[in-house]
């Protein structure tokens, strides 16, 4: 009997995370229990996204629901039911309101949970709790935006391309090289001259990057062999991390296979560790190092990486 009325919050706090998932925030639902007579006296989703604050998370909600009924904000012979372990800031709150214990239903994988700082807390371990998670990040990965790849062939088109160079190497590059060899390498090899003659003599193709309507960076390759040179990658700074690196790669990959070609190579700087991460997440693996004379007492210094077509 006991077992069923709790399922009953279980159940509710499962519902709460799923209308969160509904609105698009991430999924965690929370109620609390008055012990007495088994009444929901507080409910809550997570409603960061819509709120505009990192405060509304579904315990946080909850709180203030409970002590809105109760007219107090004392939460003794309270419990509450939440989706997920919660995190040090709804810790920390469940321990003002003294609630008297909490029941979670998925630990938090994230590192965020703090369940450790409460003394009755418990995790029932809910399937459901983390499946309702699990389907909202992958669908988030799923909607992220897809990239296009144009290829740049006019002077126009060109010039942009060296615009976007020129743009991205002086923000990127200095602190990683310095200013002096950030200048060297962009005047000598990123200029809208030095796009033209790598494609006439050299065979490159260029393609600017764009998402909607707007150009946020550019790509180069050439075949080289059985196998493709990335010869250059470069998305604007508000760009990264969002996973259009992979989805330039796979499109690279995709010309690679279509033209006969093994894999797709590339250098990157044995300092450029951002980059590095981003390209064994993707799935490339390091086959060695080199370091080439650029001219002007400058070097690249780097590691060379590759990955089947
Ligand atoms: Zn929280």
Known sequence: MEEDKNLVYKDEALRLAQCAAALGEVPVGAVIVRLSDGQIIGRGYNTCEKGRSPL??????????????LGGWRLEGTAMYVTLEPCTMCAGAVLNSRI???????PDTGGR???????????????RCAEVLKTFFGNRRIKMDRIKLVKAETDDQLKRTAALADEIWHEYFPSLIGSAQTDYMVNRFCTFEAEKENIRNEGYIYYIIKKGGEDIGYTAVKPDGERLFL???YLKAEHRGKGYSRQAVDMHREYARK???????????KGNFVAIRAYEGIGFKKT???VTDIGSGFVMDDHF???KA
């Open 231 to 233: 010869s250059k990658l």
């Open 100 to 106: 008297d214990s909490v029941f979670y239903g998925t």
């Open 305 to 307: 990486y590759e990955i």
């Open 56 to 69: 509304l998370h579904a315990e946080m909600t909850a709180i203030k629901e409970a002590c809105a009924f």
């Open 259 to 269: 033209n006969g070609l093994v894999s797709v190579w590339l250098t990157v700087n």
């Open 113 to 127: 949970g703090a369940a450790h700082l409460l003394k009755n807390a418990r995790c029932y371990e809910d399937e």
């Open 288 to 290: 060695g190092s080199g």
